[in-house]
């Protein structure tokens, strides 16, 4: 799949988020958002957590090779419950150090249906999980201030 979706022109951003879920649903409504937020990011997806790790590598390379100052991911936004390679699992590799992907400022926010206490518990088992959204309870501007969180953004005025 390895979509990009630009908020505006590629050529002008240096930041970027990925949207890890395999609902094509969750995904639209979660890059819906994030155009609402007013900051310009390059939104990137992926179906599962195997098919980010080849973004985060291949991928990424090609775009920044295209676009100089477009930087990995500075949050990544993870479902749980995925085919092929969960969300778990996925930060699992992440943190592994088995891949070449620059890894800093970037952040993951699990992003789940899943709202039980022992999904939410397991997060603090991984550096690299700085929160749990969970998917309806998240409001535009909460996700605005996950990102700003994460990162300085030059925001429109």
């Known amino acids: 799949m ?14 970027s988020v990925l949207i890890i ?7 639209y409504l979660l890059k819906r958002y994030l155009k609402k937020t007013g900051l310009s990011l390059l939104v990137l997806e992926a179906t ?7 973004l985060l590598t291949t991928t990424m390379e090609d775009l920044t090779k295209q676009h100089p100052a477009l930087r990995a991911p500075i949050v990544i936004f993870l479902d749980i ?7 778990w699992e996925f930060v699992g590799e992440l943190e592994s150090d ?11 926010m699990m992003y789940s249906t899943a709202s039980e206490s022992e ?7 991984y550096s ?7 998917k309806g309870d998240s409001t535009v501007e ?11 953004i030059d925001q429109p005025s």
């Open 98 to 108: 088995q891949h070449s992907i620059e890894l800093e400022p970037m952040v993951v």
């Open 2 to 15: 390895n979509n990009t979706h630009p908020a505006s022109d590629a050529a002008t951003q240096t930041h």
């Open 142 to 152: 909460s996700i605005k201030q996950t990102i700003l969180d994460s990162v300085t």
């Open 48 to 54: 599962n957590g195997q098919e980010a790790l080849d």
């Open 119 to 125: 999904e939410k518990d397991k997060v603090h088992q």
């Open 81 to 87: 419950n995925m085919p092929i390679m969960d969300g």
């Open 21 to 27: 879920d395999d609902s094509e649903e969750d995904r």
């Open 128 to 134: 690299k999980i700085k929160g749990y959204l969970v």
